[in-house]
């Protein structure tokens, strides 16, 4: 996935600012979400922001 797609639009939280969090600590959705801001507006990206953190937290591992 390219790193410059927004995946949140109302929050504009791109994918590379999802991949930061997790490289900042973040282990998990949630900890993702209060860094980023991620699907806190209208919710309609939480989905697939729910499964790129589970990628890329899986393949932190």
């Known amino acids: 996935m390219e790193n410059t797609k927004v995946i949140c639009r109302c929050k504009n939280v791109y ?3 999802i991949e930061n969090a997790i490289k900042e600590g973040a282990s998990t ?3 993702v979400q209060e860094k980023t801001k991620i699907a806190t507006g209208c919710s309609r990206c939480a989905k697939q922001a729910e499964e790129i953190t589970s990628f890329l937290l ?4």
Do not use: A
Not at 58 to 61: G, Y
């Open 15 to 17: 994918f590379e600012d």
């Open 29 to 31: 959705y949630e900890e």
């Open 58 to 61: 899986s393949k932190n591992k």
